[in-house]
Nanobody
Framework: QVQLVESGGGLVQPGGSLRLSCAAS????????MDWHRQAPGKQREEVAT???????NYADSVKGRFTISRDNAKNTVYLQMHSLKIEDTAVYYC????????????WGQGTQVTVSS
């Protein structure tokens, strides 16, 4: 059974940067599409970035040009580098692993809080 553990959240001022990490246990990480999602208070969870096993990436329009998703298969870890953070980026950020077909999430991390505030 896969376990995903996020780290790296915290409090940052607008315009600042943070890097989130997600360490995966279990086998098969390198073959799976990995996502970062976020959920702000009172809002639905949204997918913000995804990276396939081959390294192709996709981003939500709201974070394009500011966030970068990457992966290190040797470390079973996926990262989300966030720059130029805005107050509206405040949310709980979740790491997720997609199923074999890359269509649906079949494992979630516990989430890490990112707060952007002056």
């Amino acid at each position: 059974q896969v376990q995903l553990v996020e780290s790296g959240g915290g409090l940052v001022q607008p315009g600042g940067s943070l890097r989130l990490s997600c360490a995966a246990s279990g086998s098969g990480f390198s073959f799976r599409t990995m996502d970062w999602h976020r959920q702000a208070p009172g809002k639905q969870r949204e997918e913000v970035a995804t990276i396939t096993s081959g390294g192709s990436t996709n981003y939500a329009d709201s974070v394009k040009g500011r966030f970068t998703i990457s992966r290190d298969n040797a470390k079973n870890t996926v990262y989300l580098q966030m720059h130029s953070l805005k107050i509206e980026d405040t949310a709980v950020y979740y790491c997720a692993m997609k199923g074999v077909l890359g269509l649906t999430v079949n494992a979630w991390g516990q989430g890490t809080q990112v707060t952007v505030s002056s």
